[in-house]
């Protein structure tokens, strides 16, 4: 089955800096999009990067463009997002996620970030 395990999640102060992994398995990362969701409580998931299964082409939300970096590296089957001049609208649980509606149900626990003074 697929397992997607999301890690590096912390409390951080704003202006600063975390980069969170995932960790895949149970499918072939290879040739797969991937993304990036977060959500708080009370809101749905949204997502706010995305990038294709070569890893050359980048979507992000306007919230986070020009702060955020999606990355992924296939021999490692890993999703990574660099994320920078973190803020408190940030706050939230982050997830990866297969981007193909075939996988819309596979999610992992995904990882807390805080960012607080």
């Known amino acids: 089955q697929v397992q997607l395990v999301e890690s590096g999640g912390d409390l951080v102060q704003p202006g600063g800096s975390l980069t969170l992994s995932c960790a895949t398995s149970?499918?072939?990362?290879?040739?797969?999009?991937m993304s990036w969701y977060r959500q708080t409580p009370g809101k749905k998931r949204e997502l706010i990067a995305a990038?294709?299964?070569?890893?050359?082409?980048?979507i992000y939300v306007d919230s986070v463009k020009g702060r955020f970096t999606i990355s992924r590296d296939n021999d490692k089957r890993s999703l990574y997002l660099h994320m920078n001049n973190l803020n408190s609208e940030d706050t939230a649980m982050y997830y990866c996620?297969?981007?193909?509606?075939?996988?819309?149900?596979?999610w992992g626990q995904g990882t807390q970030v805080t960012v607080s003074s």
């Open positions: 149970g499918f072939p990362f290879i040739g797969k999009p």
């Open positions: 996620h297969i981007d193909l509606i075939a996988f819309w149900n596979s």
């Open positions: 990038l294709s299964a070569t890893g050359t082409n980048l």
